[in-house]
Each structure stands twice: as C-alpha cells, then as structure tokens.
C-alpha cells in the first residue's frame, strides 16, 4: 500500500499543481483578510481602552476568553448563522488575533517614554498631534512583533477553517485525510509550515526596518557637549 | 499688549492642591516676572518649582488664584495656542526618539502651519545659535551627547521665537563642566535673543550665575523669598533662606561681585620719569613699601622704596613685574585669588593694558561689609 500511496506522489503534485496554488493563493488572503481586519477592530478597541480607562479590564478580559474558544466549537457553531462562508471562517480568525493586537498596541503606547510626551504636551502639541504624531509611531515597533504572532498563529488557524469549506491549505490537509491520500496531506502541512515561516522571516525583516532610530548606535557618547 | 513696564508673566495668589496629597505643592504664590529678565526658581527638591512651572503654560490649572501671560489671565486663552507661544525645556528633556534632531527642533513651526522654506531656515540658524554642527541634524537624539541634546532642547523651545521661556532643570543631566558651560552659553544667547526666561533649578549656583532674580521656595511651594542674587546673599530675609545659602554666603558673593564694581583707588603710583624726591614723599604719605610706576596709562612695574635713596628719577629700569593682575570684569574672589596664590598684597587692575587702580584683601573685605550695610 505505502507503495502505491507515498507520503507524496510527484506525478499527483504536478497534476494538481493549479489547484495547489490556489490554495496557497487563498491561505494567504484568509491569513492578510484575517490580520488587516484585526488590527482595524484592536485599533478600536484600544481606542476605547484609551479614552476611557475603566474599559481597559474588561476588554482585556473579553479579548481572553475569546482566544479560549477551541477552533472546531466556535467555527462550527457559526455554520448555521452564517453557512460556509469566508465569513464564517473570518470571525473565529479575527477574534482570536484580537487578545494579541490589543495588548500589543496597548503595551506599545504605555512604554514610550513618560518624558517624550510629556515634553510634547508642554511645548503645546494637542492631544491628537501627540498620539499620531509620537506615541503611535513610537509603538509601530511593538505592534509589529504583535503583528507577527498574530499572522503567524492566524497561518495555523486558517488550515483549521477548512471544516467550513475555506482554508486554504487546510482543505488539501482535509482532503488527503478524507481519503486516506497522504499526499495532499504532505502538501498542505509542508506548504503551510513553509508559509508560517516565510511570513515570520518578512517580519523579521520589517521590524529591523521600522526603527531605525532605535537600531543605530550612539556616535559618540564621551568628547563634546 | 507689550507694555514694556508690566511683567511678562505674574502669578497672583497662586495655590495648587493634588487631589491625592495632604499638603499643596504651591501655596499663595505671588510673583511677577519681569519683561526680558531671567528668573530662577530655586528651592529643596519637591518644593513645587516644576509645579509652578506647569502653571505658567497651563499645563496645570491652579486651585486658587491666577496666572497672567503678558497681562492676559491665561484661563481666557486656549491652551494650545499659549504653549505654543511659549517656550519649554523639560525637567528631562524629552526629545522625540523617532525624529531627526531637525525634525524634533521643527516640531512647534509645523504646528503652527510654517511652510518649509521658513522651517528649514529656522533650524539652520538655530543650531547656529545653540553651538550644533549641521551635519548633526540628520542624526537620532540616542547619537548625541547629554550635553548636545540639551543643546537639541533648548533650540526646539526657541524655534517659534517665543518671547517667553520656561526652563525646568535645562542643564540637570550633564557633568558639571558642561554646565558651566551650557550656562555660560545660556547667558550669551540672552544677551542675543532677550527673552523672558523662567529657569527651575536646584543648583544655588546656576541660580546666582544666570539669573536676574531668584525666587527661592520652601517646602510645599511658599515664597521665601525674591531678590537679585547680590541682596539674597547679603540681606537672607529668614532662618530658611540663610540655611538655604549655607555657611558660606560671603565667599559666593564674592564669585558674584566683580572688580569693576569696587571703588578703584589709584594707589600709589608716579609716572616715568618722576623725581626721587617726589615719590619719597608720596610713598610716605600711603605708608606702604611699594610704589607702581607708569607710562601714561600703562602699568610698567613695582619699585621698592628703598631703591628710591638719593638724587635722580625713576626710571624704567630695576622694575618689578606685577605679581597680581585683573581685569575689570574679573569677580573678587578671582582677584582675592590671584592675590593669594601670587603672595602679595595687592593686584593691579588692567583694562587691555590701561592702568585703572589696584585692589587689596583689605579693599575686597571693606567691599563686603559695606554693601552689607
Ligand atoms: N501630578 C501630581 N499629582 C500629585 N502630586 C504631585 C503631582 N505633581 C507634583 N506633585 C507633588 O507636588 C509637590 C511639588 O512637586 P514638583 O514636581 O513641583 O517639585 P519640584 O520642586 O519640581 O521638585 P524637584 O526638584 O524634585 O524636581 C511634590 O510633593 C510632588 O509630589
Ligand atoms: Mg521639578
């Protein structure tokens, strides 16, 4: 039998090659649609975090239980509300980035420097200017590595969505186990590890980008005021 | 609205309580600032003199009483536009990581809507003026120096040209040679931009140095007293403020004091080419053992008098070098100094070579006691 049906068959592969990048090609739009979406709902919730103070720990509590939702239950439970829409793979996907990217915008603002902003106030920056113009970029390095988790976790999760007909690569993954056919199987788990880990290193890269303030080193510390 | 007579900043019967602390951090401050004058708020550590500070631009409001900007009562006006028109150099300088030092010295031109032409100019200039290369303002803050980036602070609160400046601790984070400097460098650009500057510090130096006043706060924000620096050292107005001075008030007055401001005696002293004869006698009637000799204005040397025996004239020859020379804008503990270390009794003061009197131990004490009086 493991003669016949190898962990990959490359005849199968080359047959099924459009379809395999379609998947891909899918995965990676669930994974973005996933992370765009959620920085915008984080980017309110912190907002309100913001603006009223009292919120904070309740939306912080919120954001938690929802990550404590497992996978299948809360797809599954959206099926007869919503069917086997994008939809009802986006909302599950969605949540659960939301406990990472609140914190991590949160987290991002409250850890520039009190001296930074309270220099800002006083030479009469409005509140607006000083939370676009300083605080928030000085966060961009924090809400990345938020970013980063985010997408990587949401590469994972997306295969999962494939039990609602979405999913990219998880439905390759489906499929092989469906019909105990290792080679989609070995498809859609390598090509989504190779994702996760793509996506990962472009971050990588992007955070040494972002600040480059932060990245040089002093010229000089010693010699002339 | 500038009347050159009203001050340019007045706080009146100013109290500001926290709402979570027992004791006010200001309490019925009264204070006028006056226009183009440097004031120092001077006091112990938590005293409220960065409170008062805040009160001025409001980035706090007081619980009592109110504050004046250039006669306006600053409640009247929008807090954005007064902050912006005034300048402010943090406790802890705060420049903005994320930002050149171009950009973090344009910060308040942009807010108020400058084009980029004027902004760049600006900036140019005021690098010039604060002593930062140009090449410096395309760096970070985190590539410059302590020193520097309170140089970066002080230009990005002058950049709108404000005509007021609020400065809480500007030169706090720097070794004390650098200081001396900043602060000398401090009172140069004053005498450039003639601003009205409100300065916080705890270094009672720095306060007697820079400032045109001093304001010195007690604990919990009380005015102890407001004085020119000459008149806190000599006339303390209570038991907290001669503590505050410490023990050696006559030693920092006289680093305030400077020679020029001594009347000047003559001395002895005869012109080349004088009788013997003559400078005997007037030797005899000053007493001392000395006599200066001079050609026209220039101070040629000491002659002992016993080296004046006999018939003939004084001459430029068998002279001796001043040990102790001054210049006019020396201060006396420079010329008590220079004195001492040369062991004589009296220096002579020199203005690029003229020859205007000489100065004792004798004259500097009497200088003291009499301004004491
Ligand atoms: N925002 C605030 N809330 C509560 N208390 C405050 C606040 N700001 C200052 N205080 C208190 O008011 C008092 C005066 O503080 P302030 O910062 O004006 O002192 P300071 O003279 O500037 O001290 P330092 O020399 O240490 O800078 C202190 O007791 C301080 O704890
Ligand atoms: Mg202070």
Redesign the pocket.
């Known amino acids: 039998m493991s003669e016949r049906n190898p962990l990959l068959r490359w005849d199968y592969v080359v047959a099924q090659r459009h379809t395999i990048i379609a998947a891909v090609i899918e995965h990676v739009q669930l994974t973005l649609l996933t992370v765009v979406l959620g920085l915008a709902v984080a980017g309110v919730l912190a907002a309100v975090a913001l603006r009223w103070g009292r919120a904070r720990p309740t939306i912080g509590a919120a954001t938690a239980a929802l990550y404590t939702i497992p996978s299948v239950a809360f797809f599954g439970l959206l099926v007869p509300s919503t069917g086997l829409t994008r939809t009802t793979a986006l909302i599950p996907l969605v949540a659960y980035t939301l406990v990472v990217l609140v914190n991590a915008i949160l987290d991002g603002l409250d850890q520039v420097p009190p001296a930074v902003d309270e220099a800002a106030e006083a030479i009469g920056l409005s509140p607006l200017r000083r939370l676009l113009g300083v605080r928030l970029p000085l966060a961009v390095p924090v809400i990345v590595s938020g970013l980063r988790v985010a997408t990587v976790t949401t590469v994972g999760l997306v295969t999962l969505a494939a039990i609602v007909g979405q999913g990219g690569l998880g439905r390759l993954i489906l499929d092989g186990l469906r019909r105990a056919f290792w080679t989609p199987l070995t498809i859609g788990a390598l090509l989504s590890i190779l994702l996760a880990l793509v996506l990962d290193a472009a971050f990588v890269l992007l955070e040494r980008r972002i600040a480059p303030w932060s990245v040089r080193r002093p010229a000089s510390r010693a010699g002339a005021a | 609205m500038t009347d050159a007579s009203r001050p340019a900043v007045q706080l009146l019967a100013v109290s500001k309580h926290?709402p979570?602390?027992v004791?006010p951090?200001v309490e019925h401050l009264t204070l006028a600032v006056p226009r183009g004058a440097v004031v120092a708020l001077i006091?112990p550590?938590?005293?409220?003199?960065?409170?008062?500070l805040r009160l001025i631009n409001r980035l706090i409001d007081p619980t009592s009483g109110h504050v004046e900007v250039d006669g306006r009562d600053t409640r009247q006006l929008d807090p954005i536009a007064l902050r912006l028109g005034i300048g402010y150099v943090i406790?802890a300088v705060g420049l903005f990581p994320h930002r050149t030092i171009a950009q973090n010295i344009a910060v308040v031109p942009r807010a108020l809507g400058w084009d980029r032409g004027r902004t760049r100019r600006r900036v140019s200039e005021l690098a010039e003026l604060v002593g930062l290369e140009q090449e410096q303002l395309g760096r970070f803050p985190d590539e410059l120096s302590g020193g520097q980036q309170q140089r970066v602070g002080v230009a990005r609160a002058l950049a709108a040209d404000p005509p007021i400046l609020l400065m809480?601790?500007p030169f706090g984070a720097v070794d004390p040679v650098v200081r001396a400097r900043l602060q000398q460098e401090l009172l140069e650009l004053q005498a450039r931009v003639h601003k009205t500057i409100v300065l916080?510090t705890?270094d009672l130096d720095e306060a007697l140095t820079v400032a045109d006043r001093v304001a010195l706060?007690d604990r919990g924000?009380r005015l102890a007293q407001y004085a020119e620096p000459d008149e806190l050292l000599r006339a303390p107005a209570e038991e907290f403020v001669t503590e505050f001075l410490g023990p050696d008030r006559s030693l920092r007055r006289l680093a305030l004091l400077t020679v020029d401001a001594l009347q000047l005696r003559r001395g002895a002293a005869v012109a080349v080419g004088t009788s013997t004869h003559d400078a005997r006698a007037l030797l005899a009637r000053d007493g001392g053992d000395w006599i200066g000799v001079l050609d026209d204005e220039r101070f040629l040397g000491w002659v002992r008098g016993t080296a004046l025996a006999g018939e003939g004239s004084v001459t430029e020859q068998g002279l001796e070098a001043p040990a102790a020379l001054v210049g006019p804008r020396s201060t006396l503990r420079a010329a008590m100094d220079r004195i001492m270390t040369a062991r004589t009794a009296t220096a002579v003061v020199v203005d690029e070579g003229r020859f205007l009197g000489i100065v004792t131990l004798e004259d500097i004490r009497r200088a003291l006691a009499e301004r004491a009086g």
């Open positions: 926290f979570d602390s004791a951090a006091g550590s938590g005293c409220g003199k960065t409170t008062s406790q809480d601790e916080v705890h706060l924000g």
